[in-house]
């Protein structure tokens, strides 16, 4: 499949600038992240705005990669973060670990240093390909006559499964020079389709099962309403993990529980005759071995030489069309009884739920809360959740409706991730608010981003569980029994934060006081934060009904 392409001008009088943004349009970039140096990022700033892409000035490297990255993740679509040489390639590796990992396309442009300059130069220099290399899945200078060659092979890279940044690094005289040849024509390419025997094969397994399983990992995404229809088919339960939420929604009564390898789902799992994993990627699994002797059927788009389970039948290739061809031939309903799928479910929230506190808000119950505020102020709301204990309660108990509707870091699980995802969300679909949950080291970690929101008009509630430590990192101290040591810090006030960012702030103690800032929060028009003192005693528990 190809698209033709289209230009402003005559396309051999482009520069490589100018390819790179033709490039960005062809791929459905409408927005570019970054702290642009001096050098390229200004030329492609400047061809890129021409082209209609805007530009979101953050206020640093690491949240526009992740921005970058949560766009792509929840549309598809390339992401594109920029930034300058030297501290902010340093600053924004973390960022890029997140795409890798997330398994987001993003291309990540830095400016560069001239040969000619390198031989003089050491200011800010440092091998930036090679502090890059670990985490992206190419490079690119864009020098030389195969320049629009290059930004094609690199954008298609990105794309392919599985996704991931690529780096370009641009100088500016390599951006302002004419391209030699011009811009080849775009190669949209589709993973093959899987082998019609194994499929065959899958679907004799599938049928002769009597109480199978389905795991939805985050590749399920693109394949939404393909695997809605197999899972109905075999009205069978269905786990998907933390970046599968929503290719059923929440709601619906095959969904029994997230899935991540831990505890949580064993009472559904362990009763089950064959697993089936839909698109799912080894690296949204927790750091443990994997729990079951039941028989694994891997459907997906690729194997994976590193996974947790041997599986007894793989099927690779385009995931939607492996799906359908496993409804149409003929697999049936399992032995499962609708009563049986619900009361699992209820056992999983139960397990997770917090109990009364003599203090400050419940974690469930703050999720609870808000969701069922959204619900009332008619906010069809997406959310974005950063890393941390708080977690547990988000992904449990907020309902995600489609896919996308949940960003994470879940293969990184990297603090600092939940407002930058929820600026970019809120900024490419306004139509859609996002909630933004985060921890206060999370926050703390990114707190900048605050002045993004506002300066972006981004429509986002950040809701912070403000316990005043690293609360995971804290249980766990404290399950080994050793002296609290550098886990904790004070309770402090993010809604004067938010307040001095120029966006509405407010502080909260106990469920009246959410009730109302919740009301208040979801009728301002532009970002909100409700700070909310959090009771930490229940996430020990929490984290063993969870984990194990």
């Not at 050098?39 to 640093?60: C, H, P, Y």
């Not at 940044?165 to 993973?191: D, G, Q």
């Not at 909260?508 to 109302?516: A, I, N, S």
Request: net charge neutral; charged share 20%; proline share 6%.
């Amino acid at each position: 499949m190809t698209t033709t392409t289209t230009t402003l001008e005559n396309p051999a009088a482009m520069t490589v600038a100018e390819a790179l943004a033709q490039a960005m349009v062809e791929a459905g970039v409408r927005r570019i992240y970054g702290v642009p140096g001096g050098g390229s990022s200004l030329d492609v700033i400047e061809a890129a705005a021409r082209r209609g892409i805007g530009f979101t000035l953050t206020k640093t490297e690491n949240a526009a990669v992740m921005m970058a990255g949560a766009l792509a993740e929840s549309t598809g679509r390339l992401g594109v973060a920029l930034m300058t040489k030297g501290p902010g390639v340093a600053n924004a590796a973390n960022g890029v670990a997140y795409a890798s990992l997330d398994r987001a396309p993003v291309l990540v442009i830095t400016d560069g240093f001239t040969p000619a300059q390198l031989g003089y130069i050491t200011h800010q220099v440092f091998d930036q390909r090679g502090m890059l290399a670990p985490v992206v899945k190419g490079h690119g200078r864009l020098e030389g006559e195969d320049a629009g060659a290059e930004i094609r092979r690199l954008v298609a890279l990105a794309l392919a499964a599985p996704c991931g940044p690529v780096h370009i690094e641009l100088t500016s005289s390599a951006a302002r020079k004419p391209l030699a040849r011009p811009l080849p024509e775009a190669v949209a390419a589709r993973p093959a389709r899987a082998d019609a025997i194994r499929l065959e094969e899958a679907a004799a397994r599938i049928a002769a099962a009597r109480r199978p399983v389905i795991v939805a990992g985050l590749e399920a995404r693109r394949a939404a309403p393909q695997l809605r229809a197999l899972a109905e088919r075999l009205c069978c339960p269905v786990l998907p993990t933390y970046k599968g939420k929503g290719v059923l929604p929440d709601r619906h009564e095959l969904v029994t529980g997230v899935f991540t390898g831990g505890a949580q789902e064993q009472e559904c799992v362990r009763q089950a005759d064959l697993i089936v994993l839909v698109g799912l990627d080894p690296v949204e699994l927790i750091l443990q071995p994997w729990p079951y002797d039941i028989p694994v059927l891997d459907i997906g788009v690729r194997a994976y030489p590193v996974h947790y389970v041997k599986p007894v039948l793989g099927v690779y290739g385009e995931l939607a069309a492996s799906l359908e061809a496993l409804c149409v031939q003929g697999v049936a309903g399992s032995h499962w009884e609708p009563g049986e799928i619900a009361r699992l479910r209820g056992n999983v929230q139960r397990a997770l739920a917090y109990g009364p506190v003599a203090q400050g808000v419940a974690p469930d119950r703050l999720v609870q809360l808000t969701a069922e505020a959204c619900a009332r102020a008619g906010w069809r709301a997406r959310v974005a959740v950063d890393a941390g204990a708080h977690m547990f309660s988000a992904t449990a108990f907020f309902p995600c409706e489609e896919p996308g509707d949940c960003l994470i870091s879940n293969g990184l699980a990297s603090m600092a991730f939940g407002v930058p995802a929820a600026i970019a969300a809120a900024l490419e679909d306004p139509s859609r608010p996002v909630v933004c949950f985060t921890g206060d080291g999370g926050l703390m970690m990114c707190m900048g981003e605050l002045c993004t929101a506002v300066e972006a008009g981004a429509r986002i509630l950040v809701v912070v569980f403000n316990d005043g430590a690293l609360s995971l990192i804290d249980v766990k101290q404290q399950s080994r029994r050793l002296p609290t040591r550098g886990v904790r810090w004070g309770r402090h006030d993010f809604a004067r934060v938010m307040d001095g960012a120029g966006g509405a702030g407010w502080r909260v103690r106990d469920e009246d006081g959410l009730r109302t800032a919740l009301q208040a929060a979801l009728a301002a028009s532009g970002p909100a934060l409700i700070d909310v003192e959090v009771e930490p005693a229940g996430y020990a528990q929490q984290l063993k009904a969870m984990r194990g």
